[in-house]
Structure formats: structure tokens, C-alpha cells
């Protein structure tokens, strides 16, 4: 049961930690100081959650036992995260357009584990509401901004999320572990709100002046650990001083 | 959620209110309410539990090891616990707090529905720090640390923090 807890939580936090890392990208290369810092603070917000699931997580674990091990010392496979927030901020409206999908459901997930029976995942989950609806604040405003903007914002917000819209189903996705989770009490039954997810993005995505994609072919792996091309590029990022000088400290 | 009155040794108060937050060395952790219960054991070893202001505070750690030096340099060997529940809100900043904070050039956290107001729709309620005008415009959502937002005042010209309420 520990280490179906420790796998769980995993699979909530990698997705903050990674997409968190592809945020503090940005740092010193927003495309304006506002969304630079709007950005980054993001990521800041992210990451503090990471820390609190993690140093639980690493109480859960025999190998990896502090939350520097967790994030830093697995190999690729044992990440967990989804597709979506490995993607590239290959422009601003891709950075906008992930965080978007993201936070719709961030913020859904975050709801549902305040009624959680694992009284650590409530006060992780209580904490990160106030965050996380911040955050979608911030992307639904940039959504509506880009796509009732110019014609040139307007076809790259539409090109990103056409493009990001084969990941959004794989947040969905239950493993064995997170069914067993369910059953448990402590973890998300995510299909309770999928339709809501959907029409969220709907709604915004008409304000915006935007077509919702029809297409209903999805990507999928990252919750089993299979990643896309980029993810290794990350973690050598993530990992690099880790790997170079082993137990380093601050 | 009811928040719970924090539990502070009357002996470590004055100790405690020593210790600033180090990205508004103005503002007093006590004022911040930040500080959620100090208690001193039989053997004299005091225990302090903080909450962050958001989780990815970086303040945290420093805030943690000032409280641990303030309390050595008055004789008591101490731990610093960091708990999550129940979440900070803006509510436990305190009237002196505030009024550190504007006079700081920080405009304090209005109430959550007129926040709401100001970020979302845009409407003009935070009164600059320097000149009291509510003539104000959000700049960015997000301001120097993530406990503020960017303003900038209309008719003094000037840009200023505003710190955003948190419920």
C-alpha cells in the first residue's frame, strides 16, 4: 500500500515538476518582462507544491528517501508525468496554449483531492487551490487575448492548441494504481469531471474566438513512463548537477 | 475553514516579532501571521510552527533558520516545523502589518470580491501607496515575488506592488 501511495503521488507531482522546469526555461527569455515573471512565478508555485508531495513521497520509499532523490536520481521510465507538459515552448502560444489545458484540469484535480481520506493530500491539495486557480486566471485571460487579438496571434494560439489538443485526453487516462487509489478513498476519480473539462476549454476557446479541435485521436505513454523525444533533453537539464557532483547540496 | 488563533508563548512573542520577512524586511513574521503556534517544552526547548504564504515561498528556509538564530541569541535551543494546514490566508496579516506594508510602498490586500474585481475586470479600487489615488491599472498579475501583483498609478506615475489577497 506504501508504495502504491508513493507511485500516486508520483504521478501527480512529476507532472508540476516537468512542467515547472519547461516554465523556468523562460527565465530571462519571456517575451516581455510581465509574462517572463508571470511565468517563472508560475513555476515557483509549481514547484513548492513539488517539494510538499515529494518530501511525503520520500517518507513512503526505501530507495529514494528525501525529496532531491526523488526529483533528481530516476531514470527517465520512472517518470511519470504526462505528454502535454514535456512539450517545448516552441513559441509564446505554445507555453500559453499548454499551460491552458493544463490548468483546466489542474485545477479540477486539485478540487477533488480536497475530499481525499489521506489528510496530507488535503493539506497539499488546500494550499494549491488558491495557486493553481490563479494560474488559470492567467492562461484563460492569454487565451482570450491571443486568439481575439491580431490574425497573426489568432493563428498561432489555434496552431498550438490544435497541435498540443492529442494530449489532453492522457490526463484522463486511470492506471491500475490509480484505480486502486480511487477504490482506497485517497486518489481522483479524474472521469467524474471529464466532460466538465472539456466544455471549460469549449467555453473559453469560443470566447477566444477559436475552433475547439474535433479530432479524437490521442497520444498516450507518459503515465506508464514512456515519454515523448524531449523528455531526456529535460532531464539532462533537470539532472545535470545531480549527476555531475552526486549529493550536492545548496 | 476556521482558521485557529495561533498559540504563541507570551515569552517568545517580543522574540519573534524581531524576525522580518527577508522580501519585506518591513513586515514582521507575528504581522505577517505567518508564525502558527510557539511553545516552550518543560526542558526549555521551544518549538515554532510556520505556514508559507504560498508553497513555493523561498523566504521559507530563511525565515526558518532567522527564527532559529533569534531564539539561540536569547538562550533557547528551538525547532521549526513548516505546516501546510490550515492555508495561510491574507486575513492573518495584521492591522500593523498592513500599515507596514503601505507605508513600505506596498498596497495592502483588499477585500477577496473587490481583489477579484481589480484582477479580473479590471476595475480601479487599489489606492497607489504613494498618492492615494485609486486611479490604478494592473500591469502584470504577477509582480516581483508571487504573493504580489505589478500596479501602476495613473496620476503620480509611479509602479507599485500590490499584494494580492489570498483566501
Not at chain 2, 519573534?16 to 514582521?28: C, F, G
Request: with cysteine; glycine share 6%; net charge negative.
Amino acid at each position: 500500500m506504501k508504495q502504491d501511495l508513493y507511485t500516486y503521488i508520483l504521478g501527480i507531482a512529476d507532472n508540476n515538476l516537468i512542467l515547472g522546469q519547461r516554465l523556468g526555461e523562460l527565465c530571462g527569455h519571456g517575451p516581455s518582462l510581465e509574462t517572463d515573471i508571470a511565468c517563472t512565478n508560475i513555476s515557483l508555485d509549481l514547484l513548492g507544491q513539488v517539494r510538499s508531495y515529494y518530501q511525503y513521497a520520500a517518507q513512503l520509499n526505501e530507495r529514494l528517501t528525501s525529496e532531491d532523490q526523488i526529483a533528481f536520481m530516476r531514470t527517465e521510465r520512472e517518470y511519470l508525468n504526462v505528454l502535454l507538459v514535456e512539450q517545448p515552448n516552441t513559441n509564446f502560444a505554445y507555453t500559453i496554449a499548454r499551460q491552458f489545458l493544463y490548468d483546466i484540469f489542474h485545477k479540477l484535480f486539485i478540487q477533488n483531492l480536497q475530499n481525499s481520506t489521506d489528510q496530507t493530500l488535503v493539506a497539499i491539495a488546500n494550499k494549491a487551490i488558491k495557486e493553481v486557480s490563479y494560474h488559470q486566471r492567467f492562461s484563460s485571460d492569454w487565451i482570450v487575448r491571443l486568439g481575439d487579438g491580431t490574425d497573426e496571434s489568432h493563428e498561432k494560439i489555434q496552431t498550438a492548441i490544435d497541435d498540443l489538443w492529442t494530449y489532453t485526453n492522457e490526463l484522463f487516462q486511470l492506471t491500475p494504481n490509480d484505480e486502486q487509489m480511487i477504490k482506497a478513498g485517497k486518489g481522483v476519480n479524474t472521469a467524474l469531471f471529464k466532460d466538465t473539462y472539456y466544455a471549460q476549454i469549449n467555453s473559453i476557446l469560443n470566447e477566444a474566438t477559436l475552433a475547439t479541435p474535433q479530432s479524437k485521436w490521442f497520444q498516450k505513454g507518459g503515465k506508464e513512463g514512456i515519454h515523448t523525444e524531449h523528455m531526456g533533453y529535460i532531464l539532462s537539464d533537470l539532472q545535470y548537477m545531480q549527476r555531475t557532483y552526486p549529493n550536492m547540496e545548496w | 475553514m476556521t482558521p485557529k488563533e495561533p498559540h504563541i508563548a507570551p515569552e517568545l512573542y517580543a522574540i519573534l516579532a524581531k524576525v522580518s520577512d527577508p522580501e519585506i524586511p518591513v513586515l514582521s513574521i507575528m504581522d505577517m501571521g505567518v508564525v502558527r503556534s510557539a511553545i516552550i517544552d518543560e526542558n526549555n526547548y521551544v518549538t515554532v510552527q510556520i505556514t508559507p504564504t504560498y508553497s513555493g515561498c523561498p523566504a521559507m528556509d530563511v525565515i526558518g533558520d532567522d527564527i532559529k538564530s533569534a531564539l539561540a541569541a536569547a538562550g533557547y535551543s528551538a525547532t521549526v516545523e513548516l505546516v501546510l494546514s490550515p492555508a495561510w490566508t491574507t486575513d492573518w496579516i495584521t492591522k500593523e502589518g498592513r500599515k507596514a506594508l503601505k507605508k513600505y510602498g506596498i498596497a495592502p490586500p483588499l477585500t477577496a470580491e473587490a481583489d477579484k474585481d481589480v484582477l479580473l475586470h479590471g476595475k480601479r479600487l487599489v489606492p497607489c501607496p504613494q498618492c492615494k489615488s485609486t486611479h490604478t491599472v494592473l500591469v502584470s498579475q504577477f509582480g516581483s515575488t508571487a504573493c504580489k501583483a505589478l500596479f501602476k498609478c495613473l496620476d503620480c506615475k509611479e509602479p507599485f506592488d500590490y499584494f494580492k489577497c489570498l483566501k
